[in-house]
């Protein structure tokens, strides 16, 4: 969540080229990580660790957007 905050305040200040190339880059990273999250659907530990660091993207995205907005 930290790029897609980043990204909508990108946007909002018009800067939609650099936006797009953060949302690219977020879509990116979100198939990598969910293409190994799938094949390595044996392990709960992935599970718990993908939610976690989903968690912490979402926390570091609001600090993010406070302290730019």
């Given at each position: 969540?930290?790029?897609?905050?980043?990204?909508?305040?990108?946007?909002?200040?018009?800067?939609?080229?650099?936006?797009?190339?953060?949302?690219?880059?977020?879509?990116?990273?979100?198939?990598?990580?969910?293409?190994?999250?799938?094949?390595n659907l044996k392990t709960k530990s992935l599970y718990v660790?993908?939610?976690?660091?989903?968690?912490?993207?979402?926390?570091?995205?609001?600090?993010?957007?406070?302290?730019?907005?």
């Amino acid at each position: 969540m930290t790029l897609e905050n980043l990204r909508l305040l990108l946007m909002v200040g018009g800067h939609a080229v650099i936006a797009s190339v953060l949302s690219t880059i977020d879509v990116i990273l979100a198939l990598v990580a969910l293409k190994y999250i799938v094949e390595n659907l044996k392990t709960k530990s992935l599970y718990v660790a993908y939610a976690l660091g989903y968690g912490v993207g979402v926390y570091l995205g609001s600090l993010l957007f406070n302290i730019l907005v």
